[in-house]
């Protein structure tokens, strides 16, 4: 019996040494991957936390720059000219470069406020027949198009802006609209008439003032007079912030706005940057460090995107020019086929603002176009030390009229020149046009000799500018692109 007990014994032993120690692959892929499942060192837990926490104030940027882009454009427009659902700045003598707006048309006038329905409840905008414009949510989402695209077919009519929270009667005679937003921008354009040697902008600009608004409920006598602001010839700033205001004033937006506006993800990318609806926002030393550093870095990393192109070369308009869809063959919503198009959405409210059904859908005689070029024929990228020619065939598709607009590419504001206006257009009957109807434009730092003043831009040397080609009222030879602007070509 003795010498079995000792049998078992040792037989039990050399199990139990076979077993033990576990054999590397035997150990669960994270605790192999992670400090051989043990906490990791303090240093470098609090980096990596810092490094999420920095990450997710890039991920906010990007994803709120829609955003931001039109809380820069409210809050500039309302230091400079007042705050007010009566108050309409227009731009009665055009846009020029003093304003600092992402990529102005200076080739109509120009009709921008803001409106806050948390303030006044449901507000009535009379638009004006022949308008060419939109209301948008705060996210620059569309909530409708106005004019021959929009309900009131370039008729006028009258528009009834509704609160989201909104459960109220919607009396008969509108065309009614929810927001997502309480805040609503307002963004109406009228198109100027020919002029010997300029645009006529005096009946674009009556047009414009015949817009009217006014809270449903408020009777006649309550209603405050319509102030219409000239915005012409004024230095405005209406940019997005580019230091760490930006993350404040994301708090108040954050604050204002609904639950609703916002869905829960992207609030919870907020919130792990300390930004919680009705909750203090109070970033230690080192998160206001990092929040700095997301707010210089991320819009470098858009502005990559930008510079260095899409793959798929879904942006490029045509297979044999350099000129680019700014939405990328998206809807005006960012949607591809299967998924949001974020970094070609930031990229665009990099540069620009409003994105409109008109804008992108193929309607024949209405709607507007814009084929952008940041390179020449060459595919290099445009720059202001270099003289350069944009050849424009003849019966260029535009029913109202087309523009060629010049822009700095970082943030979409005019190239500022002792010029002012850096844009020619069709409405300028003193164009010079070849024998033939086509059209020969001039960009660089001097006007060359053989070029005509209304026919040249002037362009800052050293600074890299990108060209846009407006067409309003686009026609068919574009869409089956018969017609096509040439690339722009280096001449010195």
Same mark, same amino acid.
């Given at each position: 019996?003795?010498?079995?007990a000792v049998?078992l +014994?040792?037989v039990a032993l050399a199990?139990?040494?076979?077993?033990?120690p576990?054999?590397a692959?035997e150990?669960?892929p994270?605790v192999?991957q992670?400090?051989?499942g043990?906490?990791l060192?303090?240093?470098?837990?609090?980096?990596?936390r !810092?490094?999420?926490?920095?990450q997710?104030a890039? $991920? +906010?940027?990007v994803?709120?720059l829609p955003?931001?882009?039109?809380i820069?454009?409210?809050?500039?427009?309302?230091e400079?000219?007042?705050?007010?659902y009566?108050v309409?700045?227009i731009?009665?003598?055009r846009m %020029?470069?003093?304003?600092w707006?992402p990529?102005p048309?200076? %080739?109509?006038i120009y009709s921008?406020?803001?409106? %806050?329905?948390k303030d006044?409840?449901?507000?009535?905008?009379?638009a004006?027949?022949?308008v060419i414009?939109m209301?948008?949510?705060l996210f620059q989402?569309?909530?409708t =198009?106005?004019? /021959?695209i929009g309900? !009131?077919?370039?008729?006028?009519?009258?528009?009834?802006?509704?609160?989201?929270?909104?459960d109220g009667?919607?009396?008969q005679?509108?065309f009614?609209?929810?927001s997502?937003?309480h805040?609503?921008?307002l963004?109406?354009?009228?198109v100027m008439g020919k002029?010997?040697t300029?645009p006529d902008?005096k009946?674009?600009?009556?047009l414009?003032e015949q817009?009217?608004?006014?809270?449903?409920?408020?009777?006649?006598?309550d209603?405050?007079?319509?102030q219409?602001?000239?915005?012409?010839?004024?230095?405005?700033?209406m940019m997005?912030?580019? !230091?760490?205001t930006?993350?404040?004033?994301l708090?108040?937006?954050v =604050?204002?706005?609904?639950?609703s506006?916002?869905?829960?993800?992207?609030?919870?990318v907020l919130?792990?940057?300390?930004?919680?609806?009705g909750?203090?926002f109070n970033p230690?030393?080192k998160?206001q460090?990092? /929040?700095?550093?997301?707010?210089e870095t991320a819009?470098k990393m858009?502005?990559a995107?930008?510079?260095?192109?899409?793959?798929d070369g879904r942006?490029?308009?045509y297979r =044999?020019r350099?000129?680019e869809?700014?939405w990328a063959? +998206?809807?005006?919503e960012?949607?591809q086929?299967?998924?949001? =198009?974020v970094d070609?959405r930031a990229g665009?409210f990099?540069?620009?603002?409003?994105?409109a059904?008109?804008m992108?859908?193929h309607?024949l005689?209405a709607g507007?176009k814009?084929?952008?070029?940041?390179?020449?024929?060459?595919g290099?990228f445009l720059i202001?030390s270099?003289g350069?020619?944009? $050849?424009?065939?003849?019966?260029?598709p535009?029913? /109202?009229f087309w523009a060629?607009?010049l822009?700095?590419?970082? %943030?979409?504001t005019m190239?500022?020149?002792?010029?002012?206006m850096p844009s020619i257009?069709s409405?300028?009957e003193?164009?010079?046009?070849?024998a033939?109807?086509s059209i020969?434009?001039?960009?660089?730092?001097s006007?060359?000799?053989n070029a005509?003043?209304?026919?040249y831009?002037?362009?800052?040397?050293?600074?890299?500018?990108?060209?846009?080609?407006?067409?309003?009222?686009t026609?068919?030879?574009?869409?089956d692109?018969?017609w096509k602007? !040439?690339?722009?070509?280096?001449?010195?």
């Amino acid at each position: 019996m003795k010498a079995k007990a000792v049998l078992l +014994a040792s037989v039990a032993l050399a199990s139990a040494m076979s077993l033990s120690p576990l054999k590397a692959q035997e150990v669960p892929p994270l605790v192999r991957q992670i400090n051989n499942g043990n906490w990791l060192p303090q240093a470098e837990a609090e980096g990596l936390r !810092d490094e999420l926490f920095y990450q997710r104030a890039i $991920h +906010a940027y990007v994803t709120m720059l829609p955003a931001m882009n039109t809380i820069g454009m409210r809050d500039g427009s309302e230091e400079a000219f007042g705050k007010g659902y009566n108050v309409l700045p227009i731009w009665k003598s055009r846009m %020029d470069s003093r304003a600092w707006i992402p990529t102005p048309n200076g %080739d109509v006038i120009y009709s921008l406020t803001f409106l %806050d329905l948390k303030d006044t409840g449901p507000l009535v905008v009379a638009a004006p027949p022949n308008v060419i414009g939109m209301f948008t949510d705060l996210f620059q989402r569309t909530i409708t =198009d106005v004019g /021959l695209i929009g309900p !009131d077919r370039a008729r006028g009519g009258l528009y009834l802006l509704l609160p989201p929270d909104y459960d109220g009667q919607i009396p008969q005679g509108y065309f009614a609209f929810k927001s997502k937003t309480h805040n609503v921008m307002l963004f109406f354009r009228t198109v100027m008439g020919k002029g010997a040697t300029a645009p006529d902008p005096k009946e674009a600009v009556s047009l414009a003032e015949q817009t009217r608004i006014y809270p449903l409920w408020a009777s006649e006598k309550d209603v405050k007079p319509m102030q219409f602001p000239d915005g012409s010839g004024k230095r405005v700033q209406m940019m997005y912030p580019v !230091d760490n205001t930006f993350w404040t004033k994301l708090k108040a937006f954050v =604050d204002h706005e609904p639950v609703s506006a916002i869905d829960p993800e992207l609030r919870g990318v907020l919130a792990s940057i300390g930004i919680v609806k009705g909750q203090p926002f109070n970033p230690s030393a080192k998160q206001q460090e990092l /929040l700095k550093k997301a707010v210089e870095t991320a819009p470098k990393m858009i502005l990559a995107n930008r510079q260095l192109g899409r793959p798929d070369g879904r942006n490029l308009y045509y297979r =044999d020019r350099q000129y680019e869809n700014v939405w990328a063959g +998206a809807t005006s919503e960012w949607l591809q086929d299967s998924y949001l =198009d974020v970094d070609q959405r930031a990229g665009f409210f990099q540069i620009a603002f409003s994105s409109a059904p008109a804008m992108v859908m193929h309607t024949l005689g209405a709607g507007s176009k814009y084929p952008t070029t940041r390179k020449d024929a060459n595919g290099e990228f445009l720059i202001g030390s270099n003289g350069y020619k944009l $050849h424009l065939p003849p019966n260029a598709p535009a029913a /109202l009229f087309w523009a060629v607009t010049l822009y700095n590419i970082t %943030d979409g504001t005019m190239v500022e020149t002792p010029q002012l206006m850096p844009s020619i257009n069709s409405l300028n009957e003193a164009i010079t046009k070849n024998a033939d109807g086509s059209i020969d434009l001039w960009f660089g730092p001097s006007k060359p000799a053989n070029a005509a003043e209304t026919n040249y831009i002037q362009t800052i040397p050293g600074r890299n500018f990108i060209a846009t080609v407006r067409l309003y009222g686009t026609g068919v030879s574009f869409f089956d692109q018969s017609w096509k602007p !040439d690339d722009v070509v280096k001449v010195n």
